[in-house]
């Protein structure tokens, strides 16, 4: 084992030891009286037999997935956690690290593999939402200050109807309509200014100053120009994704070498054939990279702008209104909406240019 394997398979050992010895709960009460939790600590401490003898890594993966169930199936039991159950909490969350580690060292084949590829950042966040339940609830922490994610997950499933409307005007109006703008008008601009040297020193340093414009200052004024609906909200998000879509294709179309211009030119090929067939697939990497900068930064931009002014549907609206009935569930439920639909969108666009730039050695090596 290697010496972070030695220390997680410590940690879940004594951790489970001092889950036994220490009482589960604040009144007292000993882990045993839970006996789902108490097979997990025994299973936890027998665990440490692997200096001894070899142990499998799936026996640290069910291992890690019994402590999860049971400690959190063990909470209405003990209602306010103690040590112990802190101490039993670490010791699977050891388990689960412990599982991963071993599993990624069985080789380059397995690490490629896509069922590994997907399950350990899955595994990771399921680990998350576990550890964030098994606090808030074990702890006694309001829910108005931060809610489980069970109530989270009941929220999301009463209030579809909701949620759909906020998703429908905030992303598949305002979002995508914005990026398409922000980002095409910045590509062509790009392509001017890579033409003419006057536009390069005109509009640049204009793309400069609309960058360092605060997006709380602005919102107000386009909200009042374009009006309350998901036009202006629009607007915000071309403002938000022009400049980095415009830096990122200037800086792409210089990045074809001197050398491959110059046989180019032996090619007599005029400018347009140069740009399509050379300056623009070697700019491909630096186009996608902003693309995917956008892909979070609309979203961003969308919702913000909701805050200043908006018909009654959409997510910055839902968020502001909830939270001052303090309904901290459906907050949480459009955070979490909103974070699925940026990191699909984020993931989408990575596809694209998968893709496209197929041939570049950064997608290879990936």
């Given at each position: 084992m290697t010496r972070i394997q030695s220390v997680l398979a410590v940690l879940l050992g004594v951790g489970c030891l001092a889950g036994l010895a220490l009482p589960a709960s604040s009144?007292?009460?000993?882990?045993?009286?839970?006996?789902?939790?108490?097979?997990?600590?025994?299973?936890?401490?027998?665990?440490?037999?692997?200096?001894?003898?070899?142990?499998?890594?799936?026996?640290?993966?069910?291992?890690?997935?019994?402590?999860?169930?049971?400690?959190?199936?063990?909470?209405?039991?003990?209602?306010?956690?103690?040590?112990?159950?802190?101490?039993?909490?670490?010791?699977?969350?050891?388990?689960?690290?412990?599982?991963v580690e071993r599993l990624l060292e069985l080789g380059p084949t397995v690490r490629q593999n896509g069922f590994v590829r997907l399950l350990v950042p899955v595994y990771f966040g399921i680990w998350i939402l576990v550890v964030w339940e098994a606090v808030v609830r074990g702890a006694g922490i309001p829910s108005v200050l931060l809610p489980p994610p069970s109530a989270i997950g009941v929220r999301l499933l009463t209030s579809g109807a909701v949620l759909w409307a906020d998703f429908q005007q905030t992303f598949l109006k305002a979002v995508l309509v914005g990026y398409a703008l922000g980002c095409g008008s910045a590509f062509l601009c790009a392509i001017a200014i890579d033409r003419s040297p006057f536009l390069?020193?005109?509009?640049?340093?204009?793309?400069?100053?609309?960058?360092?414009?605060?997006?709380i200052g602005i919102a107000p004024i386009l909200v009042m120009w374009f009006g309350f609906?998901?036009?202006?909200?629009?607007?915000?998000?071309?403002?938000?994704?022009?400049?980095?879509?415009?830096?990122?294709?200037?800086?792409?179309?210089?990045?074809?070498?001197?050398?491959?211009?110059?046989?180019?030119?032996?090619?007599?090929?005029?400018?347009?054939?140069?740009?399509?067939?050379?300056?623009?697939?070697?700019?491909?990497?630096?186009?996608?990279?902003a693309l995917k900068i956008n892909s979070t930064l609309a979203l961003i931009g969308a919702i913000g702008a909701e805050f200043f002014g908006t018909p009654t549907v959409g997510m910055g609206f839902r968020i502001s209104t909830e939270v001052g009935r303090m309904n901290i569930d459906m907050v949480w439920a459009e955070i979490a909406v909103a974070a699925v639909a940026g990191s699909t969108f984020y993931g989408v666009v990575t596809l694209v240019e998968r893709a496209t730039t197929f041939w570049h050695p950064s997608v290879r090596r990936g």
């Open positions: 009144a007292g009460e000993s882990i045993l009286d839970v006996p789902a939790v108490a097979l997990f600590a025994v299973c936890g401490v027998a665990s440490l037999a692997r200096f001894r003898v070899a142990v499998p890594y799936w026996i640290d993966g069910l291992i890690s997935v019994l402590g999860a169930v049971t400690l959190l199936a063990a909470l209405p039991e003990i209602e306010r956690a103690g040590v112990g159950y802190w101490a039993l909490l670490l010791a699977a969350w050891a388990s689960g690290w412990l599982f390069q020193r005109g509009l640049l340093p204009l793309g400069n100053f609309v960058s360092a414009l605060p997006i609906d998901w036009p202006s909200k629009a607007a915000v998000v071309v403002v938000m994704t022009f400049f980095p879509m415009l830096v990122n294709t200037v800086a792409g179309l210089a990045a074809s070498g001197s050398m491959e211009r110059d046989l180019m030119r032996t090619y007599a090929a005029g400018y347009w054939q140069t740009l399509f067939k050379l300056r623009l697939p070697a700019a491909a990497p630096f186009i996608f990279n």
